[in-house]
């Protein structure tokens, strides 16, 4: 099976350390999620899974081969992704479709199926302008997926939502997880969302950036075995879970 592995990597910025010997694995099917205090290097280690930062020391790979740049086996999707406002939600989506090389008679239909995906079947030929933050959030899932990638790579996605909105996506985000046989690596400030996503949470502290705890969670996978999400947050489990949580990322700091 393909990992995205980062082993022992740090990243400094101008000499300064901003993360030191951080090893993540993702598996294909994980959701691994990273947590932790502002400045903890979250996306600094996100950047180095995407290939866009190259880490000072330790090492980068995926399927065993190094990372050195962005590639079609991961996506990225960041908090305010960059659509076409002047395109469909349908032609954003065969835009990418178009990059892959697939012939133009066959995008329509995929660029469908991969908004049916995301749930949004019936909007293709809405305008990014007339779709709501969640709604182009979809689309910007579903450009992502366009490339068929191997990991999917989100920073902070569901960051610019209204609550509501934020935790019907969650539950998109499972099925979309599900339904693809991705693995993700994602990043959020969203504890509960942690808990509810993540098949691992890993805790990062800042100064430089290093990991202090790893959280194996199961939630996630109730979910893709068909328990509903209402059921899973009111198990004690599930709130128990995010007591931990939240001493482990908040662990060590002046109160
Ligand atoms: N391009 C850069 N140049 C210089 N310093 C940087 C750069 N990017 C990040 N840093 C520094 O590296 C450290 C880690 O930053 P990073 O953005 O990875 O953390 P983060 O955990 O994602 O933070 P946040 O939760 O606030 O988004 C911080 O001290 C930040 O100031």
Redesign the pocket.
């Known amino acids: 099976m393909t990992h995205l592995v980062l082993d022992k990597v740090s990243v400094h910025?101008?000499g300064r350390p901003?993360v030191e010997r951080v090893s993540i694995d993702v598996a294909k099917h994980d959701f691994v999620v990273l947590v932790?205090r502002?400045?903890?290097?979250?996306?600094?280690l996100l950047n180095v899974a995407a290939g866009l930062v190259e880490p000072v020391r330790g090492s980068a790979t995926i399927g065993g081969r190094p990372i050195t740049a962005p590639g079609s086996d991961r996506a990225v999707v960041f908090q305010n992704d960059a659509l076409f406002p002047w395109l469909s939600a349908r032609e954003n989506v065969a835009f990418a479709l178009r990059l892959r090389g697939v012939r133009p008679d066959q995008r329509a239909r995929r660029a469908d199926e991969l908004l049916r995906l995301v749930k949004l079947e019936g909007a293709g030929d809405k305008h990014i302008w007339e779709l709501s933050g969640g709604m182009r959030q979809r689309v910007g899932l579903a450009r992502a997926l366009a490339a068929e990638p191997q990991f999917l790579l989100l920073d902070e996605p569901l960051g610019a939502l209204d609550a509501l909105t934020r935790e019907r996506m969650q539950t998109t985000l499972l099925d979309l997880w599900t339904a693809s046989h991705v693995g993700v690596l994602m990043?959020t400030?969203g504890i509960e969302e942690a808990l509810v996503l993540a098949t691992r949470i890993v805790v990062l502290a800042p100064g430089p950036?290093r990991v202090v705890r790893t959280f194996e969670t199961a939630f996630s996978r109730r979910y893709a075995a068909g328990e509903p999400i209402r059921t899973i947050k009111a198990d004690p489990a599930f709130a128990a879970s995010r007591g931990e949580l939240t001493d482990a990322i908040f662990e060590g700091e002046a109160a």
Do not use: E
Not at 38 to 44: E, H, Y
């Open positions: 910025y101008d901003a932790g502002s400045g903890c290097g979250k996306t600094s990043v400030h950036g």
